[in-house]
């Protein structure tokens, strides 16, 4: 099980950039999946959610602005960045958001990094 | 939102020593409560998941306990490997929330 990240890069503020998310080993469409954040020298910060039924969830800071979608004939996740802000900037990893473990996140992938500054 | 609070933020221990890291949510959570490792430079690794069920290939000195409210990581004899930083989620949730983290510092 693998999940590779792309689309991460420097954006100025306001601006948006859609990130990607490609798993090997399991489909996305099955699964329930999550975006999560670190900003530079911070902790972990959750910031939303897809079901495999389809229903989304946003963190509040979040919320309006970033939108999580799928793509089933590529297997690929995505997050879509909007109105992006300098608090913005942080590693952005995607996770398979296991239903069967009580909703854990057991695989990551390796991270992409947004930077969002003028 | 539900809060989790971990303590202590850092903690300072020597190899071979048990070491204890505690999770409080805001509300009850029941079991939806899972550990996570991070070094520097990598992404999370899950440790632990619905409380104290320890998660494939992971290290049987690492274990969880807890329910509803309060939950606890403990390592017995530390490892080198295992100084890093570690976190707590919960899932209970639609809106999930870690806790700020516990640095393992080699003392």
């Known amino acids: 099980v693998q999940l590779v990240e792309s689309g991460g890069g420097l954006v100025q503020p306001g601006g948006s950039l859609r990130l990607s998310c490609a798993p090997s080993g399991f489909t996305v469409n099955d699964n329930y999946m999550s975006w999560v954040r670190q900003a530079p020298g911070k902790g972990l910060e959750w910031v939303s959610v897809?079901?495999?039924?389809?229903?989304?969830y946003y963190a509040d800071s979040v919320k309006g602005r970033f939108t999580i979608s799928r793509d089933s004939s590529k297997n690929t996740l995505f997050l879509q960045m909007n109105s992006l802000r300098v608090e913005d900037t942080a590693v952005y990893y995607c996770?398979?958001?296991?239903?069967?473990?009580?909703?854990?996140?057991?695989?990551w992938g390796q991270g992409a990094l947004v930077t969002v500054s003028s | 939102d539900i809060q989790m609070t971990q303590s202590p933020s850092s903690l300072s221990a020597s190899v071979g020593d048990r070491v204890t890291i505690t999770c409080r949510a805001s509300q009850t959570i029941d079991y939806y409560l899972h550990w996570y490792q991070q070094k520097a430079g990598k992404a999370p690794k899950l440790l632990i998941y619905a409380a104290s069920t320890l998660q494939s290939g992971v290290p049987s000195r690492f274990s969880g306990s807890g329910s509803g409210t309060d939950f606890t990581l403990t390592i017995t004899s530390l490892q080198p490997e295992d100084f890093a930083t570690y976190y707590c989620?919960?899932?209970?949730?639609?809106?999930?929330?870690f806790g700020q983290g516990t640095k393992l510092e080699i003392k």
């Open positions: 897809i079901y495999s039924g389809g229903d989304t």
């Open positions: 996770a398979r958001d296991r239903y069967s473990y009580g909703r854990c996140l057991d695989q």
């Open positions: 989620q919960q899932s209970y949730s639609t809106l999930r929330t």
